[in-house]
C-alpha cells in the first residue's frame, strides 16, 4: 500500500516537473536558470525514484545470484545517486553553516533527519531509502514553488519600473542629441519635447508649456510654465517645447535626490525574519540533542546504574526513528506554499504582493495613510459645476469650449469633453491666449472671455470668487460677466467605500497626507470620512507625519501607506506596508512599495487585508497542526510505542493535510 501511493505520488511529481520544465523552454517564460536547474533536478530525482519502486525485487536478487552483494550495492548506489542529485545542495549549505558557526537552522535539520533515514535503512539492511529521498524531494518541491512565486512578482513589479529620465536632450551645432542626463553639467542648455520627462532642475529660457507634476508634488493640478521660471525635474511636460538650462547635475537633482531618500528610508525598515528559520533556530537544537540523548543516556543507565544490557540497537533505532518524525517537512513546505497560495490569490485579485514578510506584515495593519491624487481622486480633471451663469449652463459650457478649442491645455480638454459635441472651429475667430490668464475669442461674432481672476481684472470685469475647490474659469461675454465654471480632480468612485470597507475591516484611522491645497485636501477628506487630513506637504513632510505617526503608534500596530507619485516613494519606503497604484502610479512608487493594486482601485486595499488574514490564519492553522502531531509522535516514538509508519504519518502524512490546508488561500473571490 505504502509503495503504490509513493509511486502515485512520484508519477504526478514527474509529470508536472516535465511539463514546467519544457513550459520554462518558452520565449515567452521568466523562470530563471537556477528555477529551470532546481526543475531539472527535481524531474530527474523523481524519474530516478519513481523507477526504483517499480523495479521488481527480483532484479537485484539476480545480481546477487551472480555476484554475492552485487544487487545490494547497486540498490544503494541508485539511491544515494538520487539522493545526492536532489539534496547535494542542501548537504553543502549544511557544511557551510556548521563551518560558519550557523549550525541550527532548516537546511541542518533537512539534512541530519534524511542522513538519520539513510543510516536508520543500512542499519536495517531493509535496502529501501525511500523516506529520504522523498523528504529531500518534497522539501526541494516546496523551495522551488516559493522561490518561482516571489521571483514572478518582482519582475511583475521590474515590468513596471522605469524611475529615472532616460536620456536628455542637448542642443548641439543645430541639432538635438539625446545623451545620459549624468552627462549633463549645471549651466547647459537642455531641450524637453512635449510628452518627455524633465530630467534635471533648470530655469526656462525659452518657451511656454503646462507640466504635469502630479507624480512629482502631489499636486493635482497642471502648472504652467514660460520663461525665466524654475523647473523641477521629474515633472512631465505637456504641451509646448522648452528650453532650459540646467541649475544643478543630475545627481543633485529633484528626482535624485528622492531617490536618494527612498534608500536612506528603506535601511531604517526592519524586514521581518523568515518563521522557518526561526522556528529551525530551537528547533533543531532541541530535536538533535534529544536525539542523541536518546541513544546515549537510557542504555548507559541500562549498564552503569542497573548492571543490564544496554540493547544499545533498540535506542539507537529509536533515536533514529525520532530524527526521522522530527523532520519538519509540514512546516518547510506548507508555510511557504500558503504564503505562495495568498500571493497568488491576491495577483488574481489584482493585488501583487512582493514577498511573503509583505504579507504577514498586511496582515497587522491598523494605521492606514493615503495620498490624495491618483489614489482617492482621479487625477483627471472634469467639470464639476457651473456657478452664477446668466445664461443656460450648456450654452456657457459651449462658449468656454469654443474658446478653448485650439488649446491642448489638460483644462481644455475638460472643458471639450463637457460639451460633448464636435467642436466647429470656423465659429471661432480673433484667438487670442494670455498666458498665465486665459484665452480672448469671439464665437460667432461675439467676444468671450475664459479665464482666470487675472483675466477679469485685465478687462475691467467684476467677478464673482468661488468657494468651491478646482480650477475656476470665469467667462465674460459681450463684456460682461456670466458666471464661471470649475473644473476639478474627482473622487474615485469607490474611494468613500473604500474607506468604510477598511473601518469595517478594523482599521482604526485613516489619515489623507498630500502635496495639494489645503482647501481641496479638506473637501476631499470630509467626503470620504478621513479621520486626519494635512495638506501642502512636500515628501520630505510626509516621511515626517509618517515618522510621527510610527512613534505614536502601539507596538504591535503596523501603519500602511497608500500612494502613486514619485514623492510618495520616501514615504512608502517608510512606512510599515506600502501600497502603490500600479496602473497609473509613478515608476519610483511602484518601486518603493510592498503591495502594488494594479487596477488602482482603492476597495482592492480591504480585500488585500483580508486575503492576507485568511493567509496568515491558514498559517497559523498549519504551524499549530504540524508542531502538534509532530510533538506527539516524537513522545511516542521515544517510547518506542512509534514505528516507521508511525514516523512516515508524521513527515508525509502531516505534509499532505497541511499542504492541502494552504491551498485554501488560492481561493479569495469571496472575501
Known amino acids: 500500500m505504502q509503495e503504490t501511493i509513493v509511486s502515485v505520488l512520484l508519477a504526478v511529481i514527474v509529470g508536472m516537473a516535465a511539463g514546467l520544465l519544457l513550459w520554462g523552454r518558452n520565449e515567452k517564460s521568466h523562470m530563471t536558470k537556477k528555477q529551470k536547474k532546481m526543475l531539472g533536478r527535481i524531474l530527474a530525482a523523481a524519474t530516478l525514484l519513481l523507477a526504483l519502486q517499480l523495479t521488481p525485487e527480483a532484479a537485484f536478487h539476480t545480481l546477487d545470484a551472480l555476484v554475492p552483494g552485487l544487487g545490494y550495492g ?10 545526492l542529485v536532489i539534496g547535494s545542495d542542501i548537504l553543502i549549505k549544511a557544511g557551510k553553516g556548521i563551518k560558519n558557526r550557523q549550525i541550527f537552522d532548516e537546511s541542518f535539520l533537512m539534512a541530519i533527519a534524511t542522513v538519520g533515514a539513510i543510516v ?232 501583487l504582493v512582493k514577498g511573503s514578510n509583505y504579507l504577514e506584515t498586511l496582515s497587522q495593519v491598523k494605521i492606514m495613510m493615503f495620498d490624495k491624487t491618483g489614489t482617492l481622486t482621479q487625477g483627471v480633471f472634469e467639470v464639476n459645476g457651473v456657478h452664477h451663469s446668466e445664461m443656460e449652463n450648456a450654452k456657457l459650457i459651449e462658449y468656454a469650449a469654443l474658446v478653448e478649442s485650439s488649446s491642448s491645455h489638460p483644462i481644455s480638454k475638460s472643458l471639450r469633453r463637457a460639451y460633448g459635441k464636435e467642436i466647429d472651429r470656423s465659429r471661432v475667430t480673433d484667438v487670442q491666449e494670455i498666458s498665465g490668464n486665459g484665452v480672448l475669442a469671439k464665437v460667432d461674432g461675439v467676444p468671450v472671455a475664459a479665464g482666470n481672476d487675472k483675466l477679469m481684472e485685465r478687462l475691467g470685469v467684476s467677478y464673482i470668487n468661488c468657494h468651491s475647490a478646482g480650477t475656476i474659469i470665469h467667462m465674460a461675454v459681450n463684456g460682461e460677466y456670466a458666471g464661471h465654471i470649475v473644473i476639478s480632480d474627482i473622487i474615485k468612485p469607490h474611494a468613500q467605500d473604500a474607506v468604510a470597507a477598511l473601518k469595517a475591516a478594523g482599521i482604526r484611522k485613516t489619515v489623507m497626507l498630500t502635496g495639494d491645497r489645503k482647501k481641496v485636501a479638506d473637501q476631499v477628506g470630509a467626503a470620504l470620512g478621513i479621520d486626519e487630513i494635512y495638506s501642502e506637504l512636500l515628501p520630505a513632510g510626509k516621511v515626517e507625519k509618517v515618522e510621527e505617526a510610527m512613534r505614536e503608534k502601539p507596538e504591535k500596530a503596523k501603519l500602511a501607506f497608500v500612494g502613486d507619485g514619485i514623492n510618495d516613494a520616501p514615504v512608502l519606503r517608510r512606512a510599515d506596508i506600502g501600497i502603490a497604484m500600479g496602473a497609473m502610479g509613478s515608476d519610483a512608487a511602484i518601486e518603493a512599495a510592498d503591495v502594488v493594486l494594479m487596477d488602482d482601485d482603492p476597495m482592492k486595499i480591504a480585500k488585500a487585508i483580508k486575503i492576507s488574514r485568511k493567509c496568515l490564519g491558514i498559517v497559523y492553522q498549519n504551524i499549530v497542526f504540524a508542531i502538534g502531531v509532530k510533538l506527539i509522535c516524537l513522545i511516542l516514538g521515544a517510547l518506542g510505542i512509534a514505528n516507521m509508519w508511525l514516523a512516515i504519518f508524521a513527515d508525509v502524512g502531516v505534509m499532505i493535510l497541511a499542504v492541502l490546508n494552504a491551498i485554501r488561500a488560492l481561493f479569495v473571490k469571496k472575501l
Open 74 to 83: 547497486a540498490r544503494l548506489a541508485l539511491y544515494l545517486a538520487d539522493y
Open 120 to 351: 536508520l535503512a543500512l542499519y536495517e539492511q531493509s535496502g529501501d531509502y525511500t523516506e529520504a529521498i522523498a523528504v529531500m524531494l518534497f522539501y526541494q518541491i516546496g523551495e522551488w514553488f516559493q522561490s518561482y512565486a516571489v521571483g514572478k512578482s518582482r519582475r511583475n513589479i521590474s515590468e513596471l519600473m522605469d524611475i529615472r529620465p532616460d536620456y536628455a536632450n542637448v542642443e548641439r551645432n543645430g541639432k538635438l542629441e539625446r545623451v545620459d542626463p549624468e552627462e549633463v553639467g549645471a549651466g547647459s542648455v537642455i531641450v524637453v519635447q512635449p510628452g518627455e520627462k524633465v530630467p534635471i532642475d533648470g530655469t526656462v529660457l525659452e518657451g511656454h508649456s503646462t507640466l504635469n507634476t502630479a507624480a512629482l508634488t502631489g499636486e493635482s493640478l497642471p502648472r504652467d510654465v514660460a520663461a525665466g521660471e524654475e523647473i523641477t525635474s521629474g515633472c512631465i511636460n505637456m504641451t509646448g517645447v522648452l528650453k532650459i538650462q540646467t541649475s544643478k547635475e543630475f545627481g543633485e537633482s529633484t528626482v535624485s535626490k528622492i531617490l536618494d531618500l527612498v534608500e536612506n528610508a528603506s535601511s531604517r525598515k526592519s524586514k521581518s525574519e523568515d518563521f522557518i528559520s526561526k522556528f529551525a533556530r530551537i528547533y533543531t537544537p532541541v530535536v538533535c540533542i534529544a536525539a542523541l540523548a536518546l541513544a546515549l543516556f537510557p542504555p548507559l543507565v541500562r549498564m552503569l546504574g542497573m548492571g543490564l544490557d544496554g540493547q544499545w540497537d533498540q535506542w539507537i533505532y529509536r533515536a533514529l526513528t525520532f530524527l526521522v518524525i522530527s523532520c519538519p517537512c509540514a512546516l518547510v513546505i506548507s508555510i511557504p506554499l500558503s504564503f505562495f497560495a495568498g500571493i497568488g490569490g491576491a495577483s488574481n485579485a489584482g493585488v
